[in-house]
């Protein structure tokens, strides 16, 4: 989204997602993956039915804190990550 001066940088709390998964176990597979590579994973169970998300993080901020380890996730773990509310 862009503003008159550039684009706009939402500000407040912010996390990666990294995957969701159908099932507990895989989802904290993943995550003790990542928390061995220093990452600060952790999963977000559903409410009721659907997917374990798989979170890095909270930041807070910009948007853009958390693109040092958004670029390390996509590029050293293969994951397609984006920024989410926690």
Do not use: C, H, W
């Amino acid at each position: 989204m862009k503003g008159p001066g550039g684009p706009i940088v939402a500000s407040g709390n912010f996390t990666i997602q990294v995957g969701a998964f159908k099932d507990k176990a895989s989802a904290d597979s993943v995550v003790a993956r990542l928390k061995n590579k220093g990452f600060a994973a952790y999963v977000v169970s559903p409410e009721g039915e659907g997917l374990f998300n798989v979170r890095v993080g909270n930041y807070r901020g910009s948007a853009r804190r958390p693109s040092a380890s958004r670029a390390r996730l996509r590029d050293e773990e293969k994951f397609k990550p984006f920024i989410v509310k926690p």
